[in-house]
């Protein structure tokens, strides 16, 4: 077999110019050698590819593979409990709605809300959704886990902040609008007495 009939068998681009009827394409890459999927002597089985389901997202977490053997519980919401758990072996948060407020309609929707308000967000200062058990209950919204716990925990361990590292928190927050990056990058550039006189 020539090092050209190889390649393209190892690449199988006879199945694409079959599927997508070049039949022209098909006769030559089957002169070079090219095989079927399925034929004989080939090493490519058929594979049957499923369709997309419809309805189902893509971050749909399948709630087996959670895993709550070690989950301690980090925080409570209003209707319900933040644990730190494991999903496919790494430390997450997982806000899971209580059972019995599992079926009331205001939650459910207050529930698929954030969801779909998490889905659309990605910053480095936004905790990243990973995903949500929502055809399944108890519900489960599932994000990274912060080691350091939220803002409101850490208010309440350290008490009053100092004036500029409440700067650099309110920064932080307000960078997730790229304008502001513009007015911190100034910020950054001032004389430190300025800043001084401005956090007093
Ligand atoms: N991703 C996380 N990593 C670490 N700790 C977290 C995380 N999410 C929440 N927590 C902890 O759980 C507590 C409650 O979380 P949070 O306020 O998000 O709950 P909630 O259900 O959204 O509350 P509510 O619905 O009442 O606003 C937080 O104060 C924090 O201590």
């Known amino acids: 077999m020539s090092h050209t009939a190889v390649?393209?068998?190892?690449?199988?681009?006879?199945?694409?110019a079959e599927g997508a009827k070049k039949?022209?394409?098909?006769?030559?890459?089957?002169?070079?050698?090219?095989?079927?999927?399925?034929?004989?002597?080939?090493?490519?089985?058929?594979?049957?590819?499923?369709?997309?389901?419809?309805?189902?997202?893509?971050?749909?977490?399948?709630?087996s593979e959670l895993e709550f053997?070690?989950?301690i519980i980090i925080g409570?919401?209003?209707?319900?409990?933040?644990?730190?758990?494991?999903?496919?072996?790494?430390?997450?948060?997982?806000?899971?709605?209580?059972?019995?407020?599992?079926?009331?309609?205001?939650?459910?929707?207050?529930?698929?809300?954030?969801?779909?308000?998490l889905v659309k967000l990605r910053h480095p200062n936004i905790v990243q959704f990973l995903g949500a058990v929502t055809e399944k209950k108890p519900l489960m919204l599932i994000t990274e886990y912060l080691r350091?716990?939220?803002?409101?925990?850490?208010?309440?361990?350290?008490?009053?902040?100092n004036p500029s590292t409440v700067i650099n928190f309110a920064l932080d927050i307000a960078r997730v609008n790229p304008l502001?990056?513009?007015v911190a990058l100034a910020?950054?550039?001032l004389k430190p007495g300025v800043l001084q006189n401005f956090s007093t």
């Not at 390649?7 to 694409?16: I, S």
């Not at 079927?36 to 490519?44: D, K, P, R």
């Not at 999903?87 to 459910?108: G, H, M, Y």
């Open 76 to 117: 409570k919401g209003s209707f319900g409990e933040i644990l730190k758990a494991c999903w496919r072996a790494t430390p997450v948060a997982i806000k899971r709605i209580l059972p019995n407020l599992s079926d009331d309609r205001l939650v459910i929707q207050d529930f698929r809300h954030e969801v779909n308000l």
């Open 23 to 63: 039949y022209s394409m098909s006769e030559l890459l089957k002169s070079y050698g090219g095989l079927c999927y399925g034929q004989n002597g080939s090493h490519y089985e058929p594979r049957p590819v499923l369709p997309p389901q419809p309805n189902r997202c893509d971050w749909e977490i399948d709630p």
């Open 180 to 182: 502001v990056n513009f």
């Open 7 to 16: 390649l393209l068998e190892d690449c199988m681009p006879l199945a694409d």
């Open 69 to 71: 053997s070690n989950s």
């Open 187 to 189: 910020i950054t550039r």
């Open 148 to 161: 350091g716990g939220d803002l409101h925990q850490y208010l309440k361990e350290k008490g009053a902040l």
